[in-house]
């Protein structure tokens, strides 16, 4: 309980909010921006809470203009089942508040015209969040689903690569069917700019999974995998091939045949202590 209480420290507004809470109500729209910013911020909640419940670390549960999100300061090593609950914790929320709406209705507790703006609301906010582009709920899930089978810059660079295809298709639909309506266009212009973002910080993103493996105290690993490797491939390039999840012992070989082998944290250590940032992983035998 305590944990939930918490979270109302990490709760932060966007200022241009403000702004448009204030146009709402000089045009009479001000109780439509009540549904929609409850809703958002019940979805926000579900993450942050689930977040809580597994002592991930919370930065920030923002409203913005025209959204909202509760920000994690974890990169990628989190076991898996954590991030999914987290994840779909925000799109089941949708869930139980269109249930609860359907009983109020039935008691005449809820007005029907709020009821159907509630329930279009809601049904609007969930299917867009499964959009599979990044970085709505849908786009993560992408990005878990490729980490199952992929290393971790591959996976992300994937995800990047559909969620750029489904805002292609996200507006061509536009153009087909509402060519002219504002809302969507600053909707999807924000998904564009936070794509190409994350794409400019990919590298970023990566070097950050690694420092969380090499210093982080939770990761866990479902299996043991090990990275059979030339010893002149170069350590930058091994790392590249580390899968979320996994445990990599580095077997190194030589002419087909095994010359040693290194521990992963021996590699993160040369990386990130040391700096040794353009060797051969074969001249790491001779310092460990």
Not at 3 to 32: D, N, Q
Not at 164 to 175: H, V, Y
Not at 258 to 277: I, P, T
Request: aromatic share 14%.
């Amino acid at each position: 309980m305590n944990k939930m209480a918490e979270l109302i420290k990490y709760i932060h507004i966007h200022p241009l909010l403000w702004a448009i809470i204030g146009l709402a109500v000089a045009t009479a729209h001000f109780i439509e921006l009540c549904l929609l910013l409850l809703i958002i911020f019940v979805h926000e909640m579900g993450h942050a809470a689930a977040a809580a419940l597994f002592s991930w670390r919370i930065k920030r549960i923002a409203l913005l203009p025209f959204g909202g999100v509760a920000e994690m300061d974890e990169h990628g090593n989190r076991p898996l089942k954590e991030e999914i609950i987290v994840i779909i914790s925000g799109p089941l929320q949708h869930i139980w508040m269109m249930g609860a709406a359907l009983l109020f209705y039935h008691l005449t507790w809820m007005p029907e015209e709020i009821f159907q703006l509630f329930i279009q609301f809601n049904l609007m906010i969930l299917i867009f969040n499964l959009l599979p582009v990044w970085p709505l709920d849908g786009g993560k899930l992408i990005f878990l689903w490729m980490s199952l089978y992929r290393a971790f810059p591959d996976a992300h660079q994937k995800t990047l690569l559909i969620s750029a295809a489904g805002i292609m298709g996200f507006i061509i639909f536009t153009l087909l069917t509402s060519p002219v309506n504002l809302n969507i266009w600053v909707v999807l212009a924000f998904l564009l700019f936070s794509l190409y973002h994350e794409w400019k910080q990919s590298r970023f993103v990566f070097i950050r999974f690694l420092l969380e493996r090499y210093y982080g105290k939770n990761s866990d690993f479902r299996t043991l995998k090990p990275l059979v490797v030339k010893e002149e491939e170069l350590v930058i390039h091994v790392l590249e091939r580390f899968q979320r999840g996994c445990k990599h012992p580095i077997i190194i070989e030589k002419d087909g045949k095994e010359k040693g082998s290194l521990d992963e944290n021996e590699l993160l250590h040369a990386y990130f202590a040391e700096k040794v940032l353009t060797a051969k992983i074969g001249d790491l035998l001779y310092v460990y």
